[in-house]
């Protein structure tokens, strides 16, 4: 059977290549609306200096992608006789009919320069049913046994890392802090590979879990800042603590500032056990930060953003009789948001 439209990661561009090839429509899915050019938001670590600089600063960020990405996504589409592509941030995935924004209304402000062609849909969370797993006894234990934990994980930025001594530093970090604040706190580590760390009686070592079952246990997540587990946590009501690796997970540590549900973004080049001990006790003194992220996870889970999604696919190519062409923007076909 034929499948008549592509859906997939706006980073994937051979996808959206190879949906042009056939002649399909090719929905891009968006997972940080950081990504997307406007007057009204900066990209990177940028100040915001208003709308006439952040056109300005986008103008640079789209320079400095093209400059990285370009050359290796037009050899790849010579490759497959098409066209060259102009602009990194427009052309190699930004589809003329509908780009989805998998990101709660909650956490992101459509902006007004980004018109129609970009819809929120919500974030595309794992039903907790779908996740397989039984809660070890004495993690059981460990939660029975005092006040709710503080949840540290630094996620795909050490599952990817290769680096030992870059391991054993994170996690150490983790543990100094933990024991600084004075709190109970289960961390997330990939523990077969760290060795030399004390083991102490207020912490859990982990190597993997379900967040959706973890963090609703939890008083404040640790985390990185990727996109899925912020959303994660805030969807089950928990203010978060952002350590920022690269420039996306900063992006969500402001956001989740701006709502009032974290404070202000720690770096993970320069953070100490000492800073980040101190943002953790901050939280943990401040409930209104637990009762913001509460309300806002109520409103999450309710938002049926799969659902939401099929929607607006359909509203956009099957309610409709006209085609709608699969291939990026191009030259004079600027859409909104391009500068």
């Known amino acids: 059977m034929e499948n008549s439209l592509v859906i997939g990661h706006f980073l994937l561009y051979p996808l959206f290549a190879a949906a042009e090839k056939s002649g399909k429509p090719f929905v891009p899915v968006v997972l940080c609306h950081g990504v997307i050019p406007s007057r009204y938001i900066t990209p990177a670590d940028a100040p915001n200096l208003g709308k006439f600089a952040n056109a300005f600063f986008w103008k640079i960020w789209s320079f400095i992608f093209d400059m990285n990405f370009k050359q290796n996504i037009n050899n790849f589409r010579k490759k497959e006789g098409l066209a060259p592509i102009k602009r990194v941030l427009r052309d190699s995935w930004k589809s003329k009919t509908l780009n989805l924004i998998a990101v709660s209304p909650c956490l992101c402000e459509p902006k007004p320069d980004w018109g129609g062609l970009y819809k929120v849909c919500g974030f595309f969370n794992i039903p907790e049913e779908s996740e397989k797993w039984d809660m070890p006894e004495d993690l059981a234990k460990f939660l029975r046994a005092g006040s709710e934990p503080v949840y540290i994980t630094f996620g795909s930025m050490l599952t990817v890392a290769l680096d030992s001594t870059f391991l054993k530093e994170s996690a150490q970090l983790m543990a100094d802090a933990v024991n600084l604040a004075g709190c109970r706190a289960i961390i997330q580590a990939p523990w077969d590979k760290v060795s030399g ?73 320069n953070v100490t056990p000492q800073r980040l001990a101190g943002e953790i006790k901050y939280v943990l003194a401040h409930p209104a930060m637990k009762e913001g992220a509460k309300k806002i996870g109520d409103v999450m889970r309710d938002e049926n953003e799969v659902k939401q999604a099929v929607k607006l696919i359909e509203a956009s190519f099957w309610r409709k009789q006209t085609p709608h062409p699969s291939s990026p923007l191009r030259g004079e076909e600027k859409g909104e948001g391009d500068f």
């Open 197 to 269: 760390i004390p083991e102490s009686p207020n912490i859990y070592r982990i190597t993997r879990s379900p967040h959706s079952v973890m963090f609703r246990h939890c008083s404040a997540v640790v985390h990185h800042g990727g996109a899925g587990t912020t959303q994660s946590a805030t969807m089950s009501g928990c203010p978060s603590i952002i350590v920022a690796h690269i420039t996306d997970q900063e992006f969500w540590g402001k956001e989740l500032n701006r709502i009032g549900i974290a404070p202000k973004v720690l770096y993970r080049r």
